[in-house]
């Protein structure tokens, strides 16, 4: 008899993609100077840390409706995130090359995003 393998948040491509994307932005926002952080590091860290957040939080809640609630939530967050980045492109407070990848991690979002909604609710019941 085959075990049924169960979906794991790890498992989620749209989950993956915005840790991974969270920790390489902690890690350029926090080697700023203070009026940086102060400002637009800390709302940068937030919303980018708000997308996996998001996801996590909806994957763990019982009800279809209340799991694609907190992915839409992720996905603002996304769009939220692209705003900073542009902010600290401007400000020049990150490299080309940084915000290049931080902009191409966050186009893939949007559609990963929609994905989970629709295997959520195609899968889920209620």
Same mark, same amino acid.
């Not at 915005?18 to 926002?29: C, E, R, T």
């Given at each position: 008899m085959e075990q049924k393998k169960?979906?794991?948040?790890?498992?989620?491509?749209?989950y993956k993609i915005? =840790?991974?994307? !969270?920790? %390489? $932005?902690?890690?350029? $926002?926090n080697k700023w100077d203070y009026l940086?952080?102060?400002t637009i590091g800390a709302q940068f860290v937030d919303s980018i840390d708000?997308?996996?957040?998001?996801?996590?939080?909806? =994957?763990?809640? =019982? !009800?279809?409706?209340d799991k694609i609630r907190f992915y839409r939530i992720g996905k603002g967050s996304v769009f939220? !995130?692209?705003d900073w980045n542009e902010k600290s492109k401007v400000r020049s407070l990150i490299s080309?090359?940084?915000y290049?990848?931080? %902009?191409?991690?966050l186009q893939k979002l949007p559609k990963e995003i929609n994905h989970l909604i629709k295997f959520t609710t195609e899968k889920l019941s209620k």
């Open positions: 169960y979906l794991q948040l790890n498992d989620i491509q749209a915005a =840790f991974k994307l !969270s920790n %390489f $932005v902690w890690d350029i $926002v940086a952080k102060k708000s997308i996996s957040a998001n996801i996590a939080e909806g =994957f763990g809640r =019982f !009800s279809k409706k939220e !995130s692209l080309a090359e940084d290049n990848h931080i %902009f191409l991690e």
